[in-house]
């Protein structure tokens, strides 16, 4: 059974940080980029971070490039998403996701393969 276990939402100040966690089992690891994509009320998902396992190159959302930081543990099949410096417009669910290519989670066409039942992270102002 897939499963993707996502950990670390939580109520942050504007200028905060927050690691999310997202714990993958079921599929192998190694054959998927994993990322995160996240949904804001009233608004349609979005991409924000995925890495590849083959050159383990990070690519991220122009919205979140250069607060964001993904990063993954290939011995336990684990990927964590650093938030620094959030703001309010970076309240929503974020997803733990896994697809087949760095465009299906940045772009979400088409849509990843697996997902996890997402966190909550709030930004306050």
């Known amino acids: 059974e897939v499963q993707l276990v996502e950990s670390g939402g939580g109520l942050v100040q504007a200028g905060g940080s927050l690691r999310l966690s997202c714990s993958a089992s079921g599929f192998r690891f190694d054959d998927y980029v994993m990322g995160w994509v996240r949904q804001a009320p009233g608004k349609e998902r979005e991409g924000v971070a995925c890495?590849?396992?083959?050159?383990?190159?990070?690519y991220y959302s122009p919205a979140v490039k250069g607060r964001f930081t993904i990063s993954s543990d290939n011995t336990d099949n684990t990927v964590s998403l650093l938030l620094n410096d959030l703001q309010p417009e970076d309240t929503g669910v974020y997803y733990c996701?896994?697809?087949?290519?760095?465009?299906?989670?940045?772009?979400?066409?088409?849509?990843?393969?697996?997902w996890g039942n997402g966190t909550l992270v709030t930004v306050s102002s």
């Open positions: 996701v896994a697809g087949p290519n760095v465009y299906t989670i940045l772009n979400g066409t088409p849509r990843p393969n697996y």
């Open positions: 890495k590849t396992h083959s050159k383990g190159s990070a």
